[in-house]
């Protein structure tokens, strides 16, 4: 029987979302998300029972998913009032957003497809908690702690309270711009880097943007990828995933990179390495995963096939030069498909997919539940530890505890009822024994 659903009572708390009447949709799909999640549900649990966060207001810019939902569950449970705002306006799934401002309580400002002014405008209510600030942000992609610090143009003070206590960064792209804040001497407050824990590198970046990148591309276009050339743009931990994936299903998968150790390591996994201006006359479908800006250009576009796809698996939507590629079509694009773009450069039908954004939250669901439960426990025990360690953690961005880490990923196994060895006493004895 499915759960009852617990929209109600409760005061409503302050929100803007698209639909209320799409609650109990919402918390069939948050239940459904859940039952993938059992590591953070302990930790639910327990912040139940110790309430490490009462009384205190977390404003989180993620995106608004049935995954982000359970962790914001998790979050109320230790007793914190919660803001939440989108970190992309195209991932927000409008029944969750529904179901966290009603059964929830959750302050939620997010409605997928808005422009840009409410997007901004969105996180600004949330970066205020209703006046006095938050006392911990969490961040996929830097804005909130930005909008915080940042010094605004017209030299006014940033608006972060005393009360902040610290921040959760999710993503590689937002943890770079957080340490440039933190060299200008910007970020006065301790941020803990999610996706610098072990776990997150491996089961998140490999295994979750391998697979829902791609399901993002077939989602948008059903396209067989079997017999295509498939070109990553990037041999990160991300890139890593998406040529394996691609590789899975049939495709030939050519890589491109500026660092030549992982340019080697992808030739002696078996993938073609090529330089971006030379896979642009050989690719069909090209998949971005670089963290860095302009990465196709006007340069590559005019040489690329008829019916190329162009996707970006990159948090920002930098990485596929927009402006080139309006430049170098003919005319203005034209929506083949939802989330499908067509420019004709030079006579050749270029699709861009989701307007080059992060394609597998804005064509799909992002990544899988049980891969965003390890991401969502490092958040939840990330801001426990700001909270219940003052002064461990210095201004500045740090890497999640090793200790956490480990200990999480035992959790996971457990999860999946799997066990592992222990070293004997005379084995860590021998291991130490070599300095
Ligand atoms: N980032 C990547 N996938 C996600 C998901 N499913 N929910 C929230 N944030 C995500």
């Given at each position: 029987?499915?759960p ?9 708390p ?15 799909r ?18 139940g029972?110790?309430r ?7 404003a ?10 359970n ?8 007793g ?18 529904a ?8 302050a ?25 600030g ?7 992609g830097?804005?909130l ?7 605004a ?9 005393a ?9 590689t ?41 791609l ?11 079997a ?31 500026v ?7 992808a ?16 690719g ?10 302009d990465?196709?250009?006007r ?10 796809i ?25 929506e ?36 965003m ?21 210095a201004?500045?961005?740090h ?8 200990e ?22 021998y ?5």
């Amino acid at each position: 029987m499915p759960p009852a659903a617990r929209t109600s009572s409760r005061r409503r708390p302050p929100h803007d979302v698209a639909d209320l009447s799409l609650a109990t949709a919402g918390e069939a799909r948050i239940d459904w998300a859940d039952a993938q999640m059992p590591v953070l549900a302990q930790v639910r649990s327990r912040f139940g029972a110790e309430r490490p966060l009462d009384g205190l207001r977390v404003a989180a810019c993620l995106h608004v998913t049935a995954e982000t939902g359970n962790l914001v569950r998790t979050l109320r449970a230790g007793g914190a009032d919660v803001w939440l705002a989108a970190a992309n306006p195209l991932s927000t799934q409008d029944e969750v957003a529904a179901a966290l401002v009603l059964a929830d309580g959750v302050a939620v400002h997010a409605r997928r497809r808005i422009d840009r002014a409410t997007y901004a405008r969105h996180q600004e209510t949330v970066a205020a908690c209703g006046g006095p600030g938050p006392h911990l942000t969490m961040d996929d992609g830097g804005d909130l702690l930005a909008l915080l610090h940042e010094p605004a143009a017209d030299g006014a003070p940033t608006r972060a309270s005393a009360d902040l206590i610290g921040g959760t960064e999710e993503t590689t792209a937002g943890a770079i711009r957080l340490r440039a804040m933190a060299r200008r001497g910007e970020l006065p407050v301790p941020v803990l880097a999610v996706h610098e824990a072990d776990t997150h590198r491996v089961v998140e970046n490999r295994h979750g943007t391998g697979q829902s990148a791609l399901d993002g591309i077939l989602r948008a276009t059903n396209v067989l990828l079997a017999g295509r050339t498939l070109v990553v743009m990037g041999y990160g931990s991300c890139g890593r995933g998406v040529a394996a994936r691609a590789r899975g299903m049939g495709a030939a998968v050519t890589v491109c990179e500026v660092d030549p150790i992982k340019a080697l390591e992808a030739k002696l996994e078996g993938f073609d390495v090529a330089p971006s201006l030379v896979a642009a006359e050989r690719g069909d479908i090209f998949v971005t995963v670089t963290g860095n800006r302009d990465v196709l250009t006007r340069e590559h576009f005019e040489r690329m096939r008829d019916g190329t796809i162009l996707a970006n698996a990159g948090h920002f939507d930098v990485e596929i030069s927009l402006g080139d590629l309006a430049a170098a079509a003919d005319g203005p694009p034209v929506e083949v498909r939802p989330l499908v773009e067509r420019y004709v450069v030079g006579g050749r039908r270029l699709h861009l997919l989701a307007g080059g954004r992060v394609v597998n939250l804005a064509a799909a669901e992002g990544y899988p539940a049980s891969v965003m439960d390890l991401s969502f426990t490092n958040q939840a025990l990330a801001v426990e530890a700001l909270v219940r360690q003052p002064g461990r953690f210095a201004p500045g961005v740090h890497r999640v505890p090793q200790e956490m880490d480990a200990e999480m990923a035992l959790l996971k196994l457990e999860s999946l009822g799997l066990g592992i060895d222990v070293l004997s006493d005379a084995q860590s004895a021998y291991g130490r024994s070599w300095g």
